[in-house]
């Protein structure tokens, strides 16, 4: 079956603008994470959003916002972007019941912020 | 809250040498522990996990852990390194800052070096 899909691959934005990610879990999974991978900081965790409604939240400014759509699939927003934005932003789905469930994630959007 | 902790940061082995990544946690309820690994400008694959049904944990590639509750450890062995072994190596506990079924908070990472 299909993996998680994320689009768009690369992004080039400049500061101050606003970008929207997207990330489609495989199907069936109703569970969709979002994290940031940086250099210094490494993998964070944004948010998760089950059956469309945000679940958990990691430590990160109001800027980052989510949705989850009726058919699982998920976008990601940030608004006022800073040049420290800049970063790899991976999605991972997963079935979404007990913990320990195994997530699996997809490639990857690298934004690049100017 | 929990933690993981990847002690080395870089670690190179010669090909067909024993590949020991070192993984300990913080956990204050029974964790759930992953190991994933991601090739460049890739997503993470899972290798292997651990979800308290065995201690000794085999996953793809010829790789396995092992989980020692008495010292909060989770290291990833291989017996012989291979040159498509070379990759950023990530442990990953389940139930962390987050918390949530699934969101996992993960160490800084180990990237292994294999030597020809």
């Known amino acids: 079956k299909a993996g998680v899909t994320q689009t768009p691959r690369y992004l080039i934005k400049t500061r101050g603008q606003q970008v929207t990610l997207s990330c489609s879990p495989i199907s069936g999974h109703r569970s969709v994470s979002w994290y940031q991978q940086t250099p210094g900081q490494g993998l964070q965790f944004l948010f998760e959003y089950f059956s469309e409604t945000q679940r958990n939240k990691g430590n990160f400014p109001g800027r980052f916002s989510g949705r989850q759509f009726s058919n699982s699939r998920s976008e990601m927003n940030v608004s006022t972007l800073e040049l420290g934005d800049s970063a790899l932003y991976l999605c991972?789905?997963?079935?979404?019941?007990?913990?320990?469930?195994?997530?699996?994630f997809g490639q990857g959007t690298r934004l690049t912020v100017v | 809250a929990q933690s993981v902790t990847q002690l080395g940061s870089h670690v190179s082995v010669s090909e067909g040498a024993l590949v020991l990544l070192r993984c300990n946690y913080s956990?204050?309820?029974?964790?759930?522990l992953f190991w994933y690994v991601q090739y460049p400008n890739q997503g993470l694959q899972l290798l292997l996990k651990?979800?308290?049904?065995?201690?000794l944990v085999k996953g793809i590639n010829g790789f396995e852990a092992e989980f020692k509750k008495s010292e909060t450890s989770f290291h990833l062995t291989k017996p012989s390194a291979h040159m498509s072994d070379a990759a950023e190596y990530f442990c990953?506990?389940?139930?962390?800052?987050?918390?949530?079924?699934?969101?996992?908070?993960f160490g800084k990472g180990t990237h292994l070096i294999i030597q020809p």
């Open positions: 651990y979800t308290s049904a065995a201690t």
């Open positions: 956990s204050s309820v029974p964790p759930y």
């Open positions: 991972a789905s997963s079935l979404g019941g007990r913990q320990g469930g195994e997530a699996f």
């Open positions: 990953a506990v389940s139930g962390g800052i987050g918390g949530g079924a699934d969101g996992l908070t």
